[in-house]
Structures are given as structure tokens and as C-alpha cells.
């Protein structure tokens, strides 16, 4: 068996492990939503000009979202 000095050091060893693990996770998923708020603004200065539909399909079911979006400004017709 290991000194109980050694099991703790193995138990903080990999209780750092993890940690470093989810601090890379976070800020994966932190890069990720700032592409995808960048993705979102771009989006909404166009809707403001006109109509937008998405259709965004679901990683884990296959499904397919349409998302309609418009803006509260009328848009003039030609005259």
C-alpha cells in the first residue's frame, strides 16, 4: 500500500487535473458563445433592413427549427 502522504498527493494531483480540465472547458464554451453573439448581432442588423428566416437543424435529434424573425420598422413599397 501507499503512504497516506502519497495517496493525498495523487488525490490533489488529480483534483488539479480536473480542474484545469474545466477551466479549458469553460473557456471553450466562452469562445463559443461569443461567436455565436457575434453570429446574432450580425443577424439582427440585417433583419432591421428586412424579413429573416433560419432554419437551424438540432445536432442531436436531426430536427429542422425555422426561426422567422422580423423587425418593427415597415418597409416602404415602391411608389
Same mark, same amino acid.
Given at each position: 500500500? =501507499? ?13 488539479? @487535473?480536473?480542474? $484545469? $480540465? !474545466?477551466?479549458?472547458? !469553460?473557456?471553450?464554451l466562452?469562445? /463559443? ?9 450580425? !443577424?439582427?442588423? +440585417?433583419?432591421? *433592413? +428586412?424579413? @429573416?428566416?433560419?432554419e437551424?437543424? %438540432?445536432?442531436? %435529434? *436531426? ?8 423587425? *418593427?420598422?415597415? =418597409? /416602404? *413599397? +415602391?411608389?
Amino acid at each position: 500500500m =501507499l503512504p497516506q502522504d502519497k495517496v493525498s498527493q495523487v488525490k490533489q494531483s488529480e483534483h488539479d @487535473l480536473n480542474v $484545469k $480540465k !474545466l477551466a479549458k472547458q !469553460l473557456e471553450m464554451l466562452d469562445e /463559443r458563445l461569443d461567436n455565436m453573439d457575434s453570429v446574432v448581432m450580425s !443577424l439582427v442588423e +440585417r433583419v432591421m *433592413g +428586412r424579413p @429573416l428566416i433560419m432554419e437551424i437543424t %438540432c445536432p442531436k %435529434c *436531426g430536427e429542422v427549427v425555422q426561426i422567422s424573425v422580423t423587425s *418593427g420598422v415597415r =418597409l /416602404r *413599397g +415602391r411608389e
